[in-house]
């Protein structure tokens, strides 16, 4: 993998040398956005034997578009734009796309749960209660919060307007914290 100044290359320099035939320039590309597809993949897709099968269709989807590729974005957006749109698209086809409904709210703090409640245990809550939301809301909060995207990107990846996407992330939020609320409510009885 040839970079300039033994830095690491820049999507231009690995879109280029995936064109002129380098596959490793393709598997550094496969590298660096593996991560996000799969975040996308398997927040949007609950068919554990899907999944798999979505991730070779996205890359095969990214490899034969490459030519295309106009560096309108980054290319880790656009890589998570044909991701998600090979979801949107399964779930559309199974018929499993729900539509959004709801508004926001931040997640309430209270400082006692969250002293008695390890780090780990948090995390893992968090986690459960975005798997029950719907596949939209999954994804905006996974874009959003955990793989620090701008509304702009998200809309980008999405094809969202940016209002939308905030509107959906405040709705994607108050689902999340009512969800809580109720499982936290339904424990503690």
């Known amino acids: 993998m040839h970079a300039l100044n033994g830095n690491t290359?820049?999507?231009?320099?690995?879109?280029?040398?995936?064109?002129?035939?380098?596959?490793?320039?393709?598997?550094?590309?496969?590298?660096?956005?593996?991560?996000?597809?799969?975040?996308?993949?398997?927040?949007?897709v609950r068919h554990a034997e899907d999944r798999k099968d979505l991730v070779q269709d996205v890359y095969l989807k990214a490899f034969k578009y490459l030519p295309g590729f106009r560096f309108q974005?980054?290319?880790?957006?656009?890589?998570?734009?044909?991701a998600y749109n090979t979801c949107v698209n399964y779930?559309?086809?199974?018929q499993l796309l729900p539509l959004p409904e709801g508004s926001e709210a931040e997640l309430p703090e209270d400082e006692t749960a969250t002293a008695a409640l390890s780090r780990k245990q948090l995390h893992d809550i968090l986690q459960a209660g975005i798997a029950r939301l719907p596949p939209l809301y999954q994804t905006l909060i996974t874009l959003f919060h955990q793989q620090e995207c701008s509304y702009e990107e998200i809309g980008q990846i999405t094809g969202l307007p940016e209002g939308?996407?905030?509107?959906y992330l405040f709705r994607a939020r108050k689902a999340l914290r009512d969800n809580l609320l109720l499982q936290y409510k339904k424990d503690a009885l």
């Open 164 to 167: 939308t996407v905030k509107n």
């Open 91 to 94: 779930l559309d086809k199974k």
């Open 73 to 82: 974005s980054k290319l880790s957006t656009w890589m998570a734009r044909i």
């Open 9 to 44: 290359p820049t999507d231009h320099q690995l879109v280029e040398q995936v064109l002129r035939g380098d596959t490793r320039a393709f598997a550094v590309i496969i590298q660096h956005t593996e991560g996000l597809v799969a975040q996308i993949i398997f927040g949007m």
